[in-house]
């Protein structure tokens, strides 16, 4: 399996528009984060975890050609605002699969109606096919999918585990029993927003301390804001296990 993490930005992405902070004027590229997004690729296809605003400058560097599925963790902007750009997939592949929440399928439904008629269809707009997931496991191709239910203040987010990697973006809080679905992982992606407290989001102390409850072999923080510092300050003080990730960065498991 191979993980490529296409965004680790938060929702304004960094540099933020318009801003003089340091970190959003620094020429280190590890600084520059579009918005948070991940591709899963096994055994030969390719699984994409939300479809934000970036998503088709993501996919022109990372020269992806083929998606077979998308996994949506929320309704949010920052995660669901790219779905028009999957067009060039489907005139090539036809209908492109998509699971989501009831909650959340009905949001892009709203957002994307053209997308989703049946009826007088405009013939420039790309197809999906809808799978309505709840907090239970389900199966694509060969690929066993747990969803991990998760808090974002009110919003409830589904993280995921696909075997031993598990993408958790945008949790404040989680259950216990959430928790155990991700003992025995190798390698945990949980979102770490800033240094400083904050009302929807782990900050860096509660990623870590939730990293050492889990205990994967390998962390990779994600959905990281320029509070958070430079890349290069913030990553020589993270234990020797757990990676401040970066746009196009590649792992594999």
Do not use: W
Request: hydrophobic fraction near 40%; glycine fraction near 4%.
């Amino acid at each position: 399996m191979v993980i490529t993490f296409l965004g680790t930005g938060t929702s304004q992405g960094i540099p933020v528009i318009g801003s003089n902070h340091p970190v959003c004027l620094s020429t280190d590229p590890k600084d520059k984060r579009l918005r948070v997004s991940a591709l899963v690729e096994y055994k030969g296809y390719t699984i994409l975890i939300d479809c934000g605003p970036d998503f088709r400058a993501q996919m022109l560097t990372n020269q992806i050609t083929h998606i077979d599925a998308i996994l949506y963790t929320h309704e949010h902007n920052d995660h669901t605002a790219g779905l028009d750009d999957i067009r060039p997939y489907f005139f090539r592949q036809g209908d492109i699969p998509i699971y989501a929440h009831k909650r959340v399928l009905d949001s892009l439904k709203k957002r994307f109606d053209y997308i989703f008629e049946s009826e007088n269809k405009y013939p420039g707009a790309p197809s999906v096919v809808v799978n309505e997931i709840q907090n239970t496991p389900f199966k694509f191709k060969e690929l066993d999918i747990i969803p991990v239910n998760v808090m974002h203040n009110r919003v409830q987010v589904f993280g995921y585990r696909l075997e031993d990697f598990v993408y958790l973006t945008d949790v404040k809080t989680i259950e216990e029993e959430e928790i155990e679905k991700l003992m025995g992982v190798k390698v945990l992606a949980i979102n770490a927003l800033r240094i400083e407290k904050h009302h929807s989001h782990f900050n860096l102390e509660d990623a870590l301390e939730f990293i050492n409850n889990v205990k994967p072999e390998r962390a990779y923080i994600i959905h990281i804001s320029h509070v958070m510092g430079f890349h290069k300050d913030v990553q020589a003080q993270l234990p020797e296990n757990v990676f401040l990730a970066y746009d196009n960065l590649k792992i594999t498991i």
